[in-house]
Nanobody
């Protein structure tokens, strides 16, 4: 059964850092690009970051460029999102997404940036 499981969310002060992980299983993870999305309260879902299947190509939303870094370890079938210099507006539920035709989604992990 294909599965994506996020972890690493939590409460952090403005300016702090978090590292999210998304563990994949049940499909050929290394063949597919992956994405991180987020959904903030009262807002539409936002694409945050993209990484190619081999990890050599990445892209970011303008709102997180220079602060967030997406990476992956195909041996561990895991994709990461390193988030630095966090702002209150980064507060959201973060989801990873991937697989054929982007059909697999995780359950989400809550990130709250507040003092």
């Amino acid at each position: 059964q294909p599965q994506l499981v996020e972890s690493g969310g939590g409460l952090v002060q403005p300016g702090g850092s978090l590292r999210l992980s998304c563990a994949a299983s049940g499909f050929a993870f290394m063949l597919y690009p992956m994405r991180w999305y987020r959904r903030a309260p009262g807002k539409e879902r936002e694409l945050v970051a993209f990484i190619s299947s081999g990890g050599g190509s990445t892209d970011y939303a303008d709102s997180v460029k220079g602060r967030f870094t997406i990476s992956r370890d195909n041996g561990k079938t895991t994709v990461y999102l390193q988030m630095n210099s966090l702002k209150p507006e980064d507060t959201a539920v973060y989801y990873c997404n991937g697989g054929p035709r982007w059909i697999y989604w995780g359950q989400g992990t809550q990130v709250t940036v507040s003092s």
